[in-house]
């Protein structure tokens, strides 16, 4: 099956500073790349997500980038505040060709984000 | 809410007991996962439904059990076989086909076994 690492496993920036949470990937088959966010004590939330057929994404401030070749991906925050401080975790799937999800999500083991004002 | 809930939040059992977490959606999604969550492990799978009535094992299913007799609603029960179950316990569904990959979460049931 899938193995999905996940670097660092935590991480101090200062406000306003970038962030980036790196995530490797050992099926050449999984297309589909979700990021979420979970605050403490709270449900995990989808924040971005990518599909193999682009490079990379960005929402405001968050942003994910994908290298196949490399089997790599990375969720970019800028200009960080204090509520982005939670635990992010990177995932994969496998997807079929038609656009329906069979595959299940392969997660990685969380990223504890802290944000200093 | 995302339209799933589970329940109770914080759930307490004495050892040798066996204990039943609730999932109910109302999102019409076909796809319900059961997910245990431990400090420093991330999220692992216990147990998946694609479609009522069918489920499968997941990376950490033994001391667990699950059914999925309706749509909308996905079980799960922690046996005493079981030889760590305090943990958080998440549930999660999604839709199957479109174009949305989502999975949206519960908020989670805290078990705690002495």
């Known amino acids: 099956g899938e193995n999905v690492e996940q670097h660092p496993s935590t991480l101090s920036v200062q406000e306003g500073d970038s962030a980036v949470i790196k995530c490797t990937y050992s099926d050449s088959a999984s297309n589909y790349f979700p990021w979420y966010k979970q605050e403490l004590g709270k449900r995990p939330q989808l924040i971005i997500d990518?599909?193999?057929?682009?490079g990379e994404k960005k929402d405001q401030r968050i942003a994910v980038t994908l290298n196949k070749t490399a089997k790599h991906f990375s969720l970019h925050i800028t200009e960080t505040q204090p509520e982005d401080s939670a635990v992010y975790f990177c995932a994969a799937s496998r997807a079929l060709v038609s656009g329906s999800t069979l595959g299940r999500l392969y997660f990685g083991r969380g990223t504890q984000l802290t944000v200093w004002p | 809410d995302g339209g799933i809930t589970q329940s109770p939040k914080y759930l307490f059992r004495k050892e040798g007991q066996n204990v039943t977490l609730s999932c109910e959606q109302n999102l019409n999604h076909d796809a319900m996962y059961w997910y245990r969550q431990d400090p420093g492990q991330g999220l692992r799978l216990i147990y998946y439904s694609q479609i009522v009535n069918d489920f499968q094992k997941g990376d950490i299913a033994e001391g667990y059990s699950v059914s999925r007799e309706k749509k909308e609603s996905f079980p799960l029960t922690v046996t005493s076989a079981q030889k760590n179950p305090t943990a958080f316990y998440l549930c999660?569904?999604?839709?199957?086909?479109?174009?949305?990959?989502?999975?949206?979460f519960g908020p989670g049931t805290r078990l705690t076994v002495t």
């Open positions: 990518i599909r193999s057929n682009v």
């Open positions: 999660a569904s999604r839709l199957t086909g479109g174009s949305s990959y989502e999975q949206y």
